[in-house]
């Protein structure tokens, strides 16, 4: 049988705060273990909580980006389960009344457009960790992490392949890194995502059993994880099983699913209204103020990026990828106007050593005002293409000017008639041949005498001017 895929997705974004969503604990990702706690993250009793502003501002910028209505009245739910990890026995959630509901965002699907539906986008805390040790029987629990504030971000069952599924989390994080109220580091688990994939055959209007996966921390591995379930689900079916509402994890050295836990519905959780938090009210005139704070968000820019600079779809597509990348180039346009030469030069050489090294664009120690510089030597004939992309590892490694680079290592391109002609002169008796073929009219061979020409200079001779001396000797 043939069937449609079907997925929504749960995102778990960490708001970039510095303490914890209902005390004063830090946020910091990596401190030793227990050592960001206090009273109200241990979850002793007495303690109360307090609600952190800055998180429901960002969580506030995040919906207005997200087309979502803004929930002027919103409250806080504890969520009951027991878990080692979660030491008050339930978590600050919201349930029925989210701060953010009914948005969408779009995404590029091939060379369409789709709209994914936003359900709701929620704050709450984020658990703690359980940490089992290779070797032993025991675990032990880091509850640094316990408390910290999450925007849960839940689409409509929207989604109908792994492709668009990894289409719309890219957009999502590089969403939230703009706004900059998520760093969408998925190995540190600041960017959590969790599918919910069910199949049903083609036609039939009522949904599957969804599967939930969790333990993935790469758009790779939520690909491979989602492919191994449709056809774990297609297999079941087609042999006339029934798949099972429970929640999966993703292993990756078997490179397959397995079995964590049976799915939970909501009346399993026993949510009720905190009753040590207020209602969260908001201000409609507070909204306002924080939506013209939003910033040029990546459709936006990339739109501008095709219409003011006159660049390819595809090249607006990358530099807006991340805004540290976008702002590198805009800085290096401003100082050396050429949109597309800097648009290869910041696709091809800087983004692979930025890959390498694992380092955002603004961090890069080639800087734009030293790209720009790189690329003016360039146009002034002082170095050839070539050479620039050839010694750029070497600036990107060093940080040296790209000027005084140049000078030291003896890097200066040959343009003077004299030198060259001399240098021409020689190839041409070296290769009489290929001189009578171009005479003949094999115009051709013109290639093969200009790598010469540029073999005996070292590779310092100008290839215009090689170029154009050549054609004036051979016409002569």
């Given at each position: 049988?043939?069937?449609?895929?079907?997925?929504?997705?749960?995102?778990?974004?960490q708001l970039r705060t510095r303490?914890?969503?209902?005390?004063?604990?830090?946020?910091?990702?990596?401190?030793?273990?227990?050592?960001?706690?206090?009273?109200?993250?241990?979850?002793?009793?007495?303690?109360?909580?307090?609600?952190?502003?800055?998180?429901?501002?960002?969580?506030?910028?995040?919906?207005?980006?997200?087309?979502?209505?803004?929930?002027?009245a919103s409250r806080f739910a504890r969520k009951n389960y027991f878990y080692p990890d979660l030491p008050k026995g339930y978590q600050i959630s919201q349930y029925e009344s989210p701060i953010c509901a009914n948005g969408w965002l779009d995404i590029?699907?091939?060379?369409?457009?789709?709209?994914?539906?936003?359900?709701?986008?929620?704050?709450e805390e984020d658990a703690g960790k359980n940490v089992h040790e290779t070797g032993t029987v025991s675990s032990r629990i880091d509850l640094n992490r316990a408390g910290t504030p999450l925007?849960?971000?839940?689409?409509?069952?929207?989604?109908?392949?792994?492709?668009?599924?990894?289409?719309?989390?890219?957009?999502?994080?590089?969403?939230?890194?703009?706004?900059?109220?998520?760093?969408?580091?998925?190995?540190?688990?600041?960017?959590?995502?969790?599918?919910?994939?069910?199949?049903?055959?083609?036609?039939?209007?009522?949904?599957?059993?969804?599967?939930?996966?969790?333990?993935?921390?790469?758009?790779?591995?939520?690909?491979?994880?989602?492919?191994?379930?449709?056809?774990?689900?297609?297999?079941?079916?087609?042999?006339?099983?029934?798949?099972?509402?429970?929640?999966?994890?993703?292993?990756?050295?078997?490179?397959?699913?397995?079995?964590?836990?049976?799915?939970?519905?909501?009346?399993?959780?026993?949510?009720?209204?905190?009753?040590?938090?207020?209602?969260?009210?908001?201000?409609?005139?507070?909204?306002?103020?924080?939506?013209?704070?939003?910033?040029?968000?990546?459709?936006?820019?990339?739109?501008r990026f095709v219409s003011d600079y006159g660049l390819p779809e595809y090249d607006a597509q990358v530099l807006t990828g991340s805004k540290a990348l976008a702002d590198y180039f805009e800085a290096c346009v401003r100082l050396f106007p050429q949109s597309k030469t800097v648009s290869n030069f910041v696709m091809g050489e800087l983004l692979r050593e930025l890959n390498q090294s694992g380092l955002s664009a603004d961090r890069s120690p080639v800087t734009p005002d030293r790209l720009a510089a790189l690329l003016q030597l360039v146009e002034r004939g002082t170095i050839s293409l070539k050479v620039a992309r050839d010694i750029f590892p070497d600036l990107y490694r060093s940080g040296a000017s790209p000027e005084r680079f140049v000078q030291e290592k003896g890097l200066m391109q040959v343009s003077d008639e004299g030198a060259l002609g001399l240098i021409i002169d020689e190839v041409?008796?070296?290769?009489?041949?290929?001189?009578?073929?171009?005479?003949?009219?094999?115009?051709?061979?013109?290639?093969f005498l200009v790598g010469q020409v540029m073999k005996a200079s070292g590779g310092k001779a100008n290839p215009g001017k090689v170029n154009e001396l050549l054609r004036e000797k051979l016409a002569g």
């Open positions: 049988m043939t069937y449609e895929v079907v997925v929504g997705v749960e995102v778990h974004a303490s914890k969503m209902f005390c004063g604990c830090g946020t910091t990702f990596g401190a030793a273990p227990n050592t960001l706690v206090c009273p109200v993250c241990l979850g002793l009793p007495g303690s109360l909580p307090v609600v952190n502003r800055t998180a429901v501002e960002m969580a506030i910028r995040a919906g207005l980006a997200l087309n979502c209505t803004i929930e002027t590029q699907t091939g060379t369409a457009t789709k709209r994914v539906r936003i359900r709701r986008a929620h704050l925007l849960e971000i839940v689409t409509e069952p929207d989604l109908r392949s792994p492709d668009e599924v990894v289409a719309y989390l890219k957009a999502l994080r590089d969403l939230l890194v703009y706004l900059e109220v998520c760093d969408g580091n998925m190995e540190e688990g600041s960017f959590r995502c969790e599918p919910n994939l069910s199949l049903r055959p083609v036609g039939q209007a009522a949904y599957g059993t969804k599967v939930e996966l969790k333990n993935i921390n790469s758009f790779k591995f939520a690909k491979d994880a989602m492919e191994y379930e449709i056809k774990r689900q297609a297999k079941v079916l087609d042999e006339g099983g029934t798949i099972q509402q429970e929640t999966r994890l993703w292993d990756l050295e078997r490179g397959q699913t397995a079995v964590m836990r049976s799915k939970e519905e909501a009346h399993d959780y026993r949510y009720f209204p905190d009753p040590d938090l207020l209602p969260l009210t908001i201000d409609p005139a507070w909204i306002e103020a924080l939506r013209a704070t939003l910033p040029e968000l990546p459709e936006a820019k990339q739109m041409l008796v070296k290769n009489p041949a290929q001189v009578g073929q171009y005479k003949s009219g094999k115009t051709q061979v013109l290639g």
